[in-house]
Structure formats: structure tokens, C-alpha cells
């Protein structure tokens, strides 16, 4: 039950047509790092759509990486949402005798992990979204040590995640500081969709 | 916010005489009554606060307040009533309204199997504060406290917590009723350094998990604010679709203590919260109850150890 305003617009926007390179860069790098540092067959960021309750898959490494990007599902719903809710991070065991296990997840995943950890990105006190380690190590996962782990790395993420959302660009935009000329509007678009081009092209799947 | 009636009235207080009748609260003073005019029959509880064998939380009304229990799960039993907290989209009003829907995520069903598991003769109520939408405004999670307070559980069973400093106020004097009307709040600490409530408040008994193999040890915090640790790492407890799952968290410590709480409760039901909290205190595994130590003749400041709270 952290900070999920219902007023206040939300810092990230998940919905958002607009590529925003330097975030789905960040939000690419935390998903592998968190996999790498995890041992771990997937990791995945879901950043919180207020406005619709729902979560939305934002960056995926390992399993489901081609085509989990996009998908939402709501918020309150499975281990992710009670996590997203709870601003609690937990880890859960044992996963994979268990048929109705976070079903609607499941099916869009076509993957039921034996076990999963998940800490909310939380930064100034708002939850963000979750990040998702599925089928760690056993030797990496159970624990509170390793909780807090995720917890921290989850924190460190979401603090990087807010430097750069759109509402600090909007601010930018709004109050310039170094005077230098803003893109605006249709300007804007163009640039951002030729950066999101230049990202496609460099990762090879465009 | 209003909060409906629930359609089966709330049991009665199973402990007669456990509570001081509501309007007759000694609330100022005393003037004009004596020490004969409020006669408290004491309980002392048990000896060092350790519930014994036969205490299985037999008569003692316990409230999960989560993501709903799951109907029937083998290791949590019947449910004496499962309610849920919906927030009107449009009007913004809340209600509390009896439910069949059970757990939307596994969470509720695994502390209701913990709180089974240590007091298994309890009664568990449910009230679901998660899985709906706006669920995560934490004005839900309000609701739902306050109307367990108000349906005067024994114990309630709160694995969840705000950051919001808005709803701080309210929840501190929700809390403080709910210690006064002997309604024992368990609350989860958070499981990583936020400011978070209630489980902050005094009016509490707040829970963290400590990394200890032992299921049914327990430990107090010299240096609170959490006063106390349970078991939370690698725990099995059920979850959805009748199974269970092994996972760890703050979370699972606290249905442990609400637990023993309810044990403690059946066998002297005339505690009160503050006892409850010292028959906690007693029982830890690292408190110890070494002979009082020679009292020194006045002017000798003796080396006594002090192990009470700051």
C-alpha cells in the first residue's frame, strides 16, 4: 500500500507511443543485470499505468524478450501487482506445481517460472512499477539477504528511472535552464522517432 | 467513506467481561469513585508469557486484512466470514461488503495458513484490500482497518503498510483505539528501510522477519521501533489453487505472531493489549530471565543490566 497517487499524473508513462531511448536503454540494462546478477532464466520491468491500473511489461531479458514488451495486465492482480500494492518485495518458491498460478501472466508468457522475486521500483516515495526476477539460482534466491538485495538494486533502478521520465522532461521543456533552442511539437516527434529508429537499427531488429 | 452493516452482525465479544462496556469509559477522572467502584479482575497470563500446550486460539476472533483468503484451502480450513473493500469509481464512496471471491494474488491464503498453523482452533475472518481497482490508494487499505476495528476482532493480522504520511494521523489514532478496545494489530514492518505505517506506532505489535531455521522462535527488539522478529525466511504456507509455495518476507513473520497472540488469547482471555505485548517480550528466545541481580546498598551504582526500552 505505498504511494500509488490517485491524483498527481504519473511520472512514467508506459503508454506512451513515443519512444523514449534512453529509458527503454536504462529499463534493458536493468532487466540484464538483474539477470546476470541473479543467475536467473528471465527478468522483467513493469512500470505502473495509473491510469488504466494496469502493469505493462517495459523490458524483458531472457525468456519472452521478443514478444512480452507491451503487455498489461491489472494491477492488482498476482504476485506482481500485490508487490506493486504492497511497495514489499517477496520472493516465492515451489512456483511450478502450482496450475493457477498467476494465470493471466502465465498465458501471456507462456512460461511459469519454478520461482520468483519481485521488489517494487520505488523513488521519492512512489511505486513506479516492479521488477521481476524469474527462476534464479537456488543458490541466489530464498533469503532475506538476497531480498534486500533485490530490493536495493530494484531502488538504485527506479532512482535512475525518475532522473529521466518524461514529467523531468516536461519540466525541462517548461522551464529551460541553458537557454540552448527546444524542439517543440511536431519537431520534437520527428527527432524522437529518429532516435528511436537509430535504437532499432544499433540493436539489430529493425 | 461509509462503511455498510455487514449482512451477518459481528459475533459477540466471546470473552465476557474482557472489555470495558463502551459509554463507561473512565475517561477524565475519577472524582467522585473510589478504588471499589472499578475493580478489575486480573489475568496475569502465562508464565513467561509462553502459551501452553492446550492454548490454540479456541474462541479467539482473528482478521486477515490482504488480498482475501482462498475458500477452503486445506491448510487454512473454513473462513467465519471473507468481506472485501470496494471503492465506488464514480462517487468515491467505500463499502465493506460480504465476498465469495478469495485470494487475488496468494498472499491473504498464506498468512491465514500461518495463523492457522500456530493457533489452529482460531476464528478467521478475511477482508480483502488488494486485487480490486484503486485498491492501491490506500484509502482501501483504511477502510478495511477501521472496519475490523470497529467489528472488534481479538487480533488483526496487517502484513501491509502505507508511505503515504497523509493517512499517518488517521492510522495512528485508529491504532490507539484498536489498543484501548483490546483490538491487537499485528502490523509487518517494511521489508526495506521506508517510513511506513502503522506498524511505527507504539499502539502496535510490529514484526520483522529474523533469518533464523526455527519456525516457532521469536525474538524482541532491544532498539525498536519493530519490537519483534518471527519467522519469514523460506517459509512454506499456501497459496492459490490448494497448494503451497516456500517464500520469504517480513510478510509471514507477522502471522506467526498474530498467532501466538491468538493462543495466548484463548487460554487468558482477559489480557490486555500492553500485557499481550509483554507476554511477547517474556517468551522471546533472547530474553533472559536471569535472577534479579543483588541490589547493591545505596551508593553503590552496580553494574544491573538494562534491557528495557529506551
Redesign the interface.
Known amino acids: 500500500?505505498?504511494?500509488?497517487?490517485?491524483s498527481a499524473p504519473s511520472p512514467v508513462s508506459p503508454a506512451s507511443p513515443v519512444i523514449d531511448a534512453p529509458r527503454s536503454e536504462l529499463l534493458q540494462s536493468v532487466v540484464d543485470v538483474a539477470r546476470a546478477i541473479f543467475g536467473a532464466e528471465a527478468s522483467s520491468v513493469f512500470l505502473l499505468d495509473e491510469e488504466a491500473?494496469e502493469l505493462v511489461f517495459q523490458a524483458v531479458s531472457g525468456q519472452g524478450e521478443e514478444f512480452l514488451v507491451g503487455r498489461r495486465f491489472p494491477?492488482?492482480?498476482?504476485?506482481a501487482?500485490?508487490v506493486?500494492?504492497?511497495?514489499?518485495?517477496?520472493?516465492?518458491?515451489?512456483?511450478s506445481?502450482?496450475?493457477?498460478?498467476d494465470r493471466s501472466l502465465a498465458e501471456s508468457t507462456a512460461y511459469v517460472p519454478n520461482a520468483l522475486m519481485a521488489a517494487p521500483l520505488?523513488s521519492d516515495?512512489r511505486?513506479l512499477g516492479v521488477l521481476e526476477v524469474l527462476d534464479p539460482s537456488p543458490q541466489a534466491r530464498?533469503?532475506?539477504?538476497?531480498?534486500?538485495l533485490l530490493?536495493?538494486f530494484a531502488?538504485q533502478a527506479a532512482a535512475a528511472l525518475r532522473v529521466i521520465t518524461p514529467e523531468r522532461v516536461r519540466e525541462a521543456e517548461e522551464h529551460p535552464v541553458l537557454g540552448g533552442p527546444t524542439l517543440a511539437g511536431a519537431q520534437r516527434e520527428d527527432a524522437l522517432k529518429l532516435l528511436g529508429s537509430l535504437e532499432r537499427l544499433l540493436r539489430g531488429v529493425g | 467513506m461509509t462503511t455498510t452493516e455487514p449482512a451477518q452482525a459481528p459475533a459477540e465479544p466471546l470473552r465476557p467481561g474482557a472489555r470495558t462496556a463502551p459509554g463507561q469509559g473512565l475517561t477524565w477522572s475519577l472524582r467522585g469513585r473510589g478504588p471499589d467502584d472499578v475493580p478489575v479482575l486480573a489475568d496475569a497470563g502465562p508464565p513467561l508469557g509462553r502459551p501452553a500446550g492446550p492454548a490454540t486460539g479456541r474462541g479467539v476472533r482473528v482478521c486477515v486484512v490482504d488480498s482475501g483468503v482462498e475458500r477452503d484451502h486445506p491448510l487454512v480450513g473454513p473462513l467465519a466470514g471473507s468481506w472485501v473493500v470496494v471503492k465506488d469509481g464514480e462517487s468515491g464512496g467505500i463499502t465493506v461488503e460480504p465476498t465469495t471471491t478469495g485470494d487475488t494474488c496468494g498472499h491473504g491464503t498464506a498468512c491465514a495458513g500461518i495463523i492457522r498453523r500456530t493457533a489452529p482452533e482460531c476464528e478467521i475472518h478475511s477482508v480483502r484490500v488488494l486485487g480490486e481497482r484503486f485498491s492501491g490508494t490506500g484509502d482501501i487499505l483504511m477502510a478495511g482497518l477501521r472496519w475490523a476495528v470497529e467489528q472488534r476482532f481479538d487480533v488483526v493480522n496487517l502484513s501491509l503498510s502505507t508511505t503515504r504520511t497523509r493517512f499517518a494521523q488517521e492510522l495512528h489514532s485508529l491504532a490507539d483505539s484498536a489498543y484501548f478496545a483490546r483490538t491487537v494489530i499485528v502490523a509487518s514492518a517494511h521489508n526495506t528501510p521506508v517510513e511506513s505505517f502503522p506498524w511505527r506506532f507504539a499502539s502496535v505489535i510490529s514484526v520483522g522477519s529474523h533469518q533464523e531455521d526455527d519456525p516457532e522462535l521469536h525474538l524482541y527488539n532491544p532498539d525498536p521501533p519493530v519490537e519483534f522478529f518471527g519467522p519469514g525466511q523460506n517459509v512454506t504456507v499456501p497459496w492459490l489453487g490448494g497448494r503451497t509455495i516456500r517464500t520469504t518476507g517480513n510478510s509471514f513473520a507477522t502471522p506467526y505472531v498474530a498467532g501466538l497472540c491468538a493462543r495466548v488469547l484463548s487460554a487468558h482471555p482477559r489480557m490486555t493489549a500492553f500485557q499481550l505485548k509483554n507476554a511477547l517480550y517474556l517468551s522471546a528466545a533472547n530474553v533472559r530471565h536471569a535472577p534479579r541481580p543483588y541490589s547493591p546498598p545505596a551508593g553503590d551504582t552496580g553494574d544491573t543490566r538494562d534491557d528495557s526500552e529506551n
Not at chain 1, 1 to 6: A, C, E, F
Not at chain 1, 84 to 95: C, I, Y
Not at chain 1, 97 to 101: Q, V
Open positions: 500500500m505505498t504511494q500509488r497517487t490517485d491500473d494491477a492488482g492482480r498476482g504476485i501487482g500485490w506493486a500494492t504492497s511497495g514489499e518485495p517477496m520472493v516465492v518458491d515451489d512456483l506445481a502450482d496450475p493457477s498460478f520505488i516515495a511505486i530464498s533469503g532475506v539477504r538476497e531480498l534486500d530490493a536495493m531502488r
